[in-house]
């Protein structure tokens, strides 16, 4: 399945007096695509990763398809959750294809070779993202755009029904970006159940389905872009002037507003 439910939670890092996040609700729905969008500082990565349970509340709960969070074995949320970070060091020289079949860890018994399927699965999504000619090549000579696609088709070999994404278009190019947010916007046909972190609006705006709105650690709004997506909403939690078009009916920033001789 792949549905959230979050109920007033609260977390605290013990090194910092403010709390990270603060009586926090939202849920999600199967197959579709939320974003949280803030600031940076405002949770959206702490949220990722109470969610991912990683990291655990000081208050409230997290429900993953009606069960508490904490009740699921170590094994079982790994086949339900994929992570896909900002960006990872690797400690060997893997190749593209075999740090792809590292996903199917959650499925494999503790001293189990990939078999033939999983290799074949793999196959098929190194197809299905486009890397193919990237199969032999070692991890660490990718670029940033290549890097965050074997990473994600890492989770997608997990099969999971939730993929969480930190910042999945950070550092990149402008093409690379359209490229992983043509991945991500795919994703949901499948069924699966995708949250990713951003601060920028036109990625929120262009891709999810629901937006969670983050300002300090608390939920200042959420619902369809559209409705979240508004002039007032981002000059609270950015601290400019924004100006908002519409482009095939989303709100799209336009920062010319900041450059304007006289203004």
């Known amino acids: 399945m792949g549905d959230y439910r979050v109920d007033s939670l609260g977390f605290s890092y013990p090194q910092n007096e403010l709390r990270a996040l603060n009586d926090v609700s939202l849920e999600t729905r199967k197959g579709s695509i939320t974003a949280f969008l803030g600031s940076n500082g405002s949770g959206k990565t702490t949220l990722l990763k109470v969610l991912l349970r990683v990291l655990f509340p000081d208050e409230g709960k997290v429900l993953l398809d009606g ?3 904490q009740e699921y074995g170590r094994e079982e949320l790994s086949r339900k959750i994929a992570w896909v970070p900002q960006e990872e060091e690797t400690s060997f020289p893997y ?15 503790l001293l189990s070779l990939p078999s033939e399927e999983d290799v074949a699965l793999i196959e098929g999504l190194l ?3 486009g890397v193919v000619q990237l199969r032999d090549r070692g991890v660490s000579n990718l670029s940033g755009g290549e890097e965050r696609l074997i990473m994600i ?8 029904d939730v993929i969480l ?3 999945p278009t950070a550092h990149l190019d402008l093409g690379n970006k359209v490229k992983i947010l043509k991945v991500i916007r795919e994703l949901s046909t499948s069924g ?3 949250l990713f972190s951003t601060h920028d ?4 705006s262009m891709v999810a389905d629901a937006v969670v709105v983050l300002d300090e650690g608390r939920v200042l709004d959420t619902g369809i872009p559209g409705d979240v997506i508004t002039k007032d909403i981002l000059q609270t939690i950015y601290k400019t002037d ?3 078009v519409e482009v095939d009916g989303k709100p799209v920033v336009d920062l010319s507003i900041n450059f304007r001789d006289g203004e």
Do not use: F, S, W
């Open 192 to 194: 699966r159940t995708v």
């Open 95 to 109: 190749t593209v294809a075999e740090y792809m079949l590292m996903g199917r860890a959650p499925h494999l018994g």
């Open 67 to 69: 069960r508490d969070i």
């Open 201 to 204: 609006p036109n990625e929120a």
């Open 127 to 129: 197809e299905k993202l």
């Open 165 to 167: 994404i930190d910042e």
């Open 153 to 160: 088709g890492r989770a997608l070999a997990q099969e999971p």
């Open 242 to 244: 924004v100006n908002l």
